[in-house]
Nanobody, 127 residues
């Protein structure tokens, strides 16, 4: 069982930056592929970024490539999402996600595959 707790959300102006954190419980954090998803009002939850177990492999949604960076610290059981150049349309509830899997693949980072979700942290980008 893994519990995920996100933090770091808030209100930021367009073009600004935020850093989200996700703290995981348990001693097996390094066994999980981790990811970030987001859900805007009236829209489906969508993939944002994923990171492999060691942190060396990452993947991003096309819409955030070059602006967002996912990272993890296995010693601290924490995964991060650095978000730069934020846009108003990126206002959403951002969720941390964990999948017990050896490798990070596109198939791993789908809603149906995720094993554990956090409760979400709100990011609001004003224009």
């Amino acid at each position: 069982q893994v519990q995920l707790v996100e933090s770091g959300g808030g209100l930021v102006q367009a073009g600004g930056s935020l850093r989200l954190s996700c703290a995981a419980s348990g001693r097996t954090f390094s066994s999980y592929v981790m990811g970030w998803f987001r859900q805007a009002p009236g829209k489906e939850r969508e993939f944002v970024a994923g990171i492999g177990r060691s942190g060396t492999s990452t993947m991003y949604a096309d819409s955030v490539k070059g602006r967002f960076t996912i990272s993890r610290d296995n010693a601290k059981n924490t995964v991060y999402l650095q978000m730069n150049s934020l846009k108003p349309e990126e206002t959403a509830l951002y969720y941390c996600a964990a999948k017990l899997r050896r490798t990070l693949t596109a198939a791993t980072m789908t809603l149906e595959e995720i094993d554990y979700w956090g409760q979400g942290t709100q990011v609001t980008v004003s224009s």
